[in-house]
């Protein structure tokens, strides 16, 4: 601890903390949790390099010149008139309900069930919603099933709660649930609580994979007896290429035992901070009791509510699919036509990621040099609890953001890496 003058004085009031000391003072928390990586933040990450050209596949982030920033304005500028007060002001624990009634419409049809504004609690994006979920269900020491790999910084997050994480392997089918029964019994046997399971079960971050619908119903059975709450991150699930995913889990489940999150970062802009918690009453009331940040962005949601009920939405999210499957092609087509002897992918059918084994060069040092060479994208090692050692030979690449003609030339630089490496 920092040494005081004990009188009070000046200097006492100033001295500062050293690295040490802070540490000290830490919560278990704070200190259960590492840095993370860019991606879990969500930035736009350049690494260091000579290239005036560098191509980035780095974030899930959308496009950004197809983002409707006109409507924005003007839906913006109308709350601002017309409601003022209300824009200006806390926003209330569940969030705005006109929000709240659009978000409940669209769902309804989206997953072919009946579900009320009581149903949602609006939040700071996906990741918000799942914070809330983890304060209100997690106890230290609960297991947290999840699959292997898996979006590092949800998995960040239910650390931070000081929950348990095992992870189970996930194959272009979605997560195994021959593991998860395996993880279920042995934590049973072992005396502890699993709390949840935990899946992105639509165009999986970071593999791509898409749950299929006899692996969906075998999960939801399994969760059912062993009495634990799926968690299903619908964060990429209205962005398929061609036909939709199966059924969400929270509407096979009839709506109890799954809790699910959505989130409009990745159908308009992460930069909306708007996301929710799908789930029965009983649930979402019991989210908004520990919730305390006197609710998020009024203004935003107004604006939101009046973007949704002009009916735009759907159009827009009709040529994004478009839009992504085009980018996924131009990219999957670049490595096929370039890197042919050095990558093997599967392509996914909806999303933003390309999922790609590399052979013959560990990605670790593969993501490094084709840094230094102007093309960047994260090693799949920050998708694991064990990083590297857990997995040494797959990157992600993001398609979403980048425009179609870099898409199209990242084979010919990605293959110029390989070729500096493994030759
Ligand atoms: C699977 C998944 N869930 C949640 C999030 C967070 O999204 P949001 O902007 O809605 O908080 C991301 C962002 O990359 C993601 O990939």
Redesign the pocket.
């Known amino acids: 601890m920092a040494e005081h003058n004990g009188d009070g004085s000046a200097s006492g009031m100033t001295q500062k903390w050293a690295d040490s000391d802070i540490r000290d003072v830490l919560s278990e928390s704070a200190k259960n949790i590492g840095a993370g990586s860019p991606?879990d933040a969500?930035r736009r990450w350049r690494l260091p390099t000579e290239r005036e050209d560098p191509i980035v596949l780095a974030?899930?982030?959308p496009d950004m010149p197809t983002v409707p920033v006109a409507d924005f304005q003007e839906s913006i500028l109308a709350v601002l008139a017309e409601e003022t007060e209300d824009a200006m002001n806390y926003g209330g624990w569940l969030g705005f309900e006109g929000l709240r009634e659009s978000v409940a419409k669209r769902q309804s049809e989206i997953e072919g069930i009946d579900v009320t504004p009581d149903h949602f609690i609006m939040?700071?994006?996906?990741?918000?919603?799942?914070d809330n979920v983890c304060k209100a269900f997690i106890n230290p020491g609960d297991v947290v099933i999840v699959e292997r790999p898996?979006?590092s910084?949800?998995v960040r997050s239910m650390q931070g709660y000081m929950a348990e994480i095992v992870e189970v392997d996930i194959d272009k089918d979605g997560i195994s649930v021959d593991g998860v029964r395996q993880a279920l019994a042995e934590a049973t046997a072992a005396g502890k609580t699993v709390k949840f399971v935990y899946t992105?079960a639509d165009y999986?971050?970071p593999t791509g994979a898409t749950m299929n619908l006899e692996r969906r119903k075998a999960l939801l059975e399994l969760c059912g007896e062993y009495n634990v709450l799926v968690l299903e991150?619908a964060?990429?699930t209205e962005l398929y290429f061609d036909d939709s995913p199966p059924p969400s889990l929270f509407a096979m489940g009839g709506g109890e035992g799954v809790l699910r999150?959505?989130?409009?970062?990745?159908i308009i802009a992460?930069g909306l901070?708007?996301?929710w918690v799908e789930a029965a009453p009983r649930y979402t009331e019991a989210l908004a009791r520990v919730r305390f940040d006197m609710g998020n962005n009024p203004l935003i949601q107004r604006a939101l509510t009046r973007y949704v009920d002009s009916g735009a939405l759907e159009p827009h999210v009709e040529n994004m699919r478009d839009l992504y499957r085009q980018k996924c092609d131009a990219l999957a087509n670049s490595l096929e036509e370039f890197c042919e002897p050095y990558v093997r992918f599967n392509r996914p059918e909806g999303g933003?990621f390309l999922w790609v084994e590399c052979i013959g060069v560990g990605a670790m040092e593969l993501t490094q040099t084709a840094a230094r060479e102007g093309l960047m994208f994260p090693a799949g090692a920050f998708f694991y609890r064990d990083g590297a050692e857990a997995d040494d030979s797959h990157v992600r690449l993001a398609f979403s953001n980048a425009p179609i003609e870099e898409l199209q030339q990242a084979g010919q630089r990605m293959r110029d890496v390989f070729q500096m490496l493994v030759d």
């Open positions: 991606t969500g974030g899930g982030i939040h700071n994006g996906s990741s918000g919603a799942l898996s979006f910084g949800t992105i999986h971050n991150d964060a990429y999150m959505g989130s409009f970062s990745k992460t901070r708007s996301g933003f």
